[in-house]
Structures are given as C-alpha cells and as structure tokens.
C-alpha cells in the first residue's frame, strides 16, 4: 500500500529545542492526522486536520494542513523528555489509511 | 473516549501453533483494522472489516485470517505461526461520516514472538 514520505527519519534534540517534521504525498488528502507512539505502547491521537490551510493546536504542538493538500507539518515548541516517541502522520482515503513512515524523536535532558 | 482493547501485551509461541489476537472496542465503530509494525518498515494493513461477517485484505494478508463475529469485536489469527510472523500488532477502529473515515483509535498493540 501506499506510504506517506515523512521527514525527517530521526531527530536528537536538546531539551527546550524547537521541533519541526513534515509529510508529503503524491495524493490529494481530505484529512491530515498526527499520532504519537510511545516505546512498547499502541499510537495515540494528537491532531487531526480537516481543510485545506487549517492550523490546529494541541497544547505545544501545533499542525497545519498544507494549502496543496499534499502534505502537513507538526511543530513542537519548547520540548520536554517525555515528547520522546515516535510521530506519524496518517491520510485517510476510501476504507483505508496510509500512514508515513515515522520520525523518531529524542530529546536529551 | 474510545476504547480499543488488545487482549495480550505480549505473547509467546511455538512455530506451528495456531494463534489468536483478540481485538475489542467499546465505540461502536463499524469499522477495524489489524497492521503489523516492524522496524523500518513501518505500519502494514492485514486485514480490516467494515461490518460483521465482512473482511478485506490488506497488503500483506498471507499467513492470516480474521473473523468478526459481533461488531465490536475483530480477531486475527495466525493459522500456523512461523518466525516471521513475531512483530508487534496493532488494532485500530474507526467510524463512517458519509464517506469519511474518522480518525482510527489504535489498542496497546501485542508483541507476538514465535520461537
């Protein structure tokens, strides 16, 4: 199936640090969703999108559903140890779900 | 808020065995899915159901089977284990709007081993 083009792969930042990671497709997409996923535990849902330009915030993470409806961002602003996980981005279409590929974060106290 | 409960965190079991994930969510969501999650290569969709009685396959269905008896329940098996087949598996269920799926709900996953 088809796979979302997520970057970046990984991430080693300082505590405190600015995060920024992106998802692309050669799809139109209706809807842009944002998981976490914690080491050993299933994804969880942080944001999701639903219109073209949309900028939705959770708390230090903020989102934004690109204008060509091919691509999203996650920003992380002024982040924490347990920011720690795995992020990935998800398109709905028809009865399925693609998903990118993840960016692994790591924050160091 | 959803639940989507995984019967077993982890698993262990021998080559040969047939195993059973079990997967149940407490939203009424018509629909449920099963991926496995591998180093590298990332989410990949088994099988999922869109109704009681009714699957379709994913992109890597070979080695499984599933059965959704009751709505709220979506059970993966595994007919006859064999190594390549220890992952971690994940379930997620979703709502219909119209023609739109909602956001899925994943479960806690099951890290399945088979020595």
Known sequence: ?109 | DVKVTQSSRYLVKRTGEKVFLECVQDMDHENMFWYRQDPGLGLRLIYFSYDVKMKEKGDIPEGYSVSREKKERFSLILESASTNQTSMYLCASTSLVGFSNQPQHFGDGTRLSIL
């Open chain 1, 1 to 109: 199936g088809q796979q979302l083009n997520q970057s970046p792969q990984s991430m080693f930042i300082q505590e405190g640090e600015d995060v920024s990671m992106n998802c692309t497709s050669s799809s139109i997409f209706n809807t842009w969703l944002w998981y976490k996923q914690d080491p050993g535990e299933g994804p969880v849902l942080l944001i999701a999108l639903y219109k073209a330009g949309e900028l939705t915030s959770n708390g230090r993470l903020t989102a934004q559903f690109g204008i060509t409806r091919k691509d999203s961002f996650l920003n992380i602003s002024a982040s924490i140890p347990s920011d720690v996980g795995i992020y990935f981005c998800a398109g709905p279409t028809g009865n399925q779900f693609y998903f990118g590929t993840g960016t692994s974060l790591t924050v160091i106290p």
